[in-house]
């Protein structure tokens, strides 16, 4: 049954994006969340069950000036500098129910920037 609710919207996004979307230690997963005044981005590796990097706009290393989009492609820099740190090169981005644009999309960008390839 169809529903208009925004959170079944997006878990139902979620489901059909998690039966494609799994990292691996070569691989691992860039899996982001979106709450009304934060982002945080994990990269995380699916095979051994464990986060590799963590960090969200509030961290020292993503800290800037700037409205939530500016901040998101700051966090999306941090967090592929601290992968390639880890070296990690490459990721399979999980924008976890999201749509692709606004502050998901500048962190994508800000990681793409930084190295990281996806």
Known sequence: MA???????RARR??????????TAERPRLSVYRSNKHIYAQV???SASRSVVGLS???E????DGDK??????????????CQEKGITKVVFDRNGYKFHGRVRA???GAREGGLEF
């Open 44 to 46: 995380i590796d699916d």
């Open 69 to 82: 989009t500016a901040r998101a492609r700051a966090l999306g820099v941090a967090i592929a500098k601290l």
């Open 61 to 64: 290393a993503a800290k800037t």
């Open 57 to 59: 706009d509030r961290s």
């Open 107 to 109: 962190l994508a960008e």
């Open 14 to 23: 979620k489901r059909r994006i998690r039966k494609k979307v799994a990292g």
């Open 3 to 9: 529903t208009n609710d925004p959170r079944e919207k």
